[in-house]
């Protein structure tokens, strides 16, 4: 099963730009949306660096205000449409779905290949948006602001409109291949945890998203033609965009999320040497998430002026989604206790998220109160609040999920030690950024204010160091990587000693994944993974021998 860097796989068996460009090979597809969402994250967190040093101290340091508003709404809109949202659906799904299931592509290679190139031209047009007059009306595109304002508001939502293809075509194509093409043997039981938060995602962006392309879609015809349908001016109603927005974003948090905490499972199973515990609820868990998240969008509309009642009734819905996150987070801490932890990057990784989006789920229920959001609404505790659920745990998984699969991607391990270390540093400086932001919050700060008092300062102060420390590790993250690729040593097809299926192909795979079809199992057994020796890594035992029923059905199949 050893592989070694001069054999044919799918980084060398073609070459040149357009073998890449035109690929319909799922696995070149994954890397380059993970190169692409690296990319915006290097731009829209150099935006987010600008934004804190020009706050690092009252008045005018870096930058004037036009230019401030224009600097948070592209963090915003480059962060949440082309970093977050995309990442592990797109970037890690796209490579490790099919390999998860012993498939050798997703159901539809084409519509997967045309789903890059839609978010490539969705990306094209937001970068023309800000060298085409920028845009300012912030990440939410807010009427009547984004239909009065001489920005590049059309281009901006055209670009996030086609990037909305880019995510429904991907939903679909996951929804497909976990439906068809599962291997004889995987019941939906025996899926790995992330193809149930793949899925519970993908219901999400194919329900969901075509709600934003209507709201962005009305936005550019009252723009365009001057017709009245969310300018209270020519008769149209702002609170509409509200609800047509949030009715998709706040289900879009769980686009953000939901790939991550499935990402986190096979992460605590694997660097635990435990079987996954509870494993029904966690599947469960993301299901009853994606169902709730359509029926909660009201608690962003608290002091909009919508009825009390409505507000009660929202609120009481809001606080229901803590109970199948919270149900998730109990069973990560049970898989750990009694483990033999490994503290790898990605399992440093993992266990920062358990800190991270503790507190930033604790903080959100603050904000499904009506007393206490009407207080701390539009304040930088909506900011930290956000975050800590969005940045820090949704990114945190990510980096954690790509350091786990950077063998099975390259076939090349980094060096773990400064990986582990720099992933430290950056959660140092994510605590150091975004905990003085509750207590501004608290205090009455504003979020996106360009000046502030005095009284607030020594907290953005303690704030911008922390935007640093997170600057400078997360490129040290990428540094590390990026240099595995000519002084990485070699793989072994199993070096973490994984029980799913993509770690029974080579490292990094053939173009067509499996030289034979795997043997399905349990995919948090691990009794069914034996270390052979330095070079073989960790290699499956045939999971027959202790499942007689797995042969009985593939023997039927066949």
Not at 108 to 123: D, M, T, V
Not at 306 to 318: N, R
Request: proline fraction near 5%; hydrophobic fraction near 50%; charged fraction near 10%.
């Amino acid at each position: 099963m050893n592989t070694h860097a001069s054999s044919v796989n799918y980084l060398n068996h073609e070459t040149g730009f357009k073998s890449w460009f035109m690929t319909l090979d799922h696995k070149r597809l994954g890397l380059m949306y993970m190169w692409s969402t690296f990319a915006a994250m290097l731009l829209g967190g150099s935006f987010a660096l600008l934004l804190r040093f020009e706050l690092f101290s009252p008045g005018k340091d870096l930058v004037s205000k036009d230019v401030y508003n224009h600097l948070f709404t592209l963090h915003g809109a480059v962060m949440i449409f082309l970093v977050i949202i995309p990442s592990i659906p797109a970037a890690l799904g796209n490579f490790v779905l099919p390999l998860m299931l012993g498939a050798k592509d997703v159901a539809f290679p084409k519509i997967n290949r045309l789903s890059y190139h839609l978010y490539l031209i969705g990306a094209v047009l937001l970068v023309l948006a800000i060298l085409t007059g920028g845009l300012d009306t912030g990440w939410t595109f807010y009427t009547p602001y984004s239909t009065s304002t001489d920005t590049s508001v059309v281009i901006a939502v055209f670009g996030a409109f086609v990037i909305g293809f880019s995510s429904i075509f991907t939903g679909l194509n996951f929804i497909a291949t976990i439906h068809k093409m599962r291997p004889p043997g995987m019941t939906w039981f025996k899926m790995p945890l992330l193809c149930w938060a793949l899925y519970a995602t993908s219901v999400i962006q194919i329900l969901a998203t075509p709600v934003l392309g209507i709201a962005l879609l009305l936005i550019a015809a009252e723009r365009i033609m001057g017709v009245g349908i969310f300018d209270p001016a020519l008769g149209g109603d702002p609170v509409l965009f509200q609800h047509l927005f949030w009715f998709y974003s706040h289900p879009a948090v769980y686009v953000m999320i939901l790939p991550a905490m499935g990402v986190l499972s096979e992460l605590f199973s694997t660097y635990s040497r435990k079987h996954i515990f509870g494993y029904s609820f966690i599947a469960y868990s993301s299901i009853a998430i994606a169902i709730v998240s359509f029926i909660v969008w009201g608690h962003h509309l608290y002091v909009s002026g919508q009825s009390a009642l409505v507000s009660i009734i929202f609120s009481a819905l809001t606080y229901t989604v803590a109970i199948p996150s919270a149900i998730k987070v109990f069973n990560w801490v049970a898989t750990m206790y009694k483990g033999s932890i490994s503290f790898t990057t990605g399992m440093v990784s993992a266990m920062s998220v358990i800190w991270l989006f503790g507190i930033g789920g604790l903080t959100g229920l603050w904000m499904a109160n009506l007393s206490t959001d009407m207080h701390l609404h539009d304040t930088y505790f909506v900011v930290s609040h956000f975050h800590f659920v969005m940045v820090g745990s949704a990114l945190f998984s990510y980096l954690g999920g790509v350091h786990h699969w950077w063998p099975k991607m390259f076939g090349v391990m980094y060096d773990e030690a400064k990986g582990r270390f720099w992933t430290i540093v950056s959660f140092l400086g994510f605590n150091l950024t975004f905990l003085p932001q509750f207590l501004m919050g608290t205090r009455g700060m504003p979020r996106r204010y360009f000046d502030y008092h005095p009284q607030y300062e020594y907290l953005n102060k303690i704030s911008t160091i922390g935007a640093a420390m997170i600057g400078l590790a997360v490129f040290m993250i990428f540094w590390n990587l990026w240099r595995s690729l000519k002084t990485g040593k070699k793989a072994s097809p199993n070096p973490w000693g994984a029980a799913t299926l993509e770690w029974q192909c080579a490292s990094p795979p053939t173009p067509h994944n499996f030289d034979e079809a795997p043997a399905v199992g349990d995919p948090y057994d691990m009794s069914l993974i034996q270390f052979k020796s330095d070079e073989e890594g960790y290699l499956p035992i045939n999971p027959c021998e202790h499942d007689p029923l797995i042969c009985k059905v593939e023997s039927t199949e066949a």
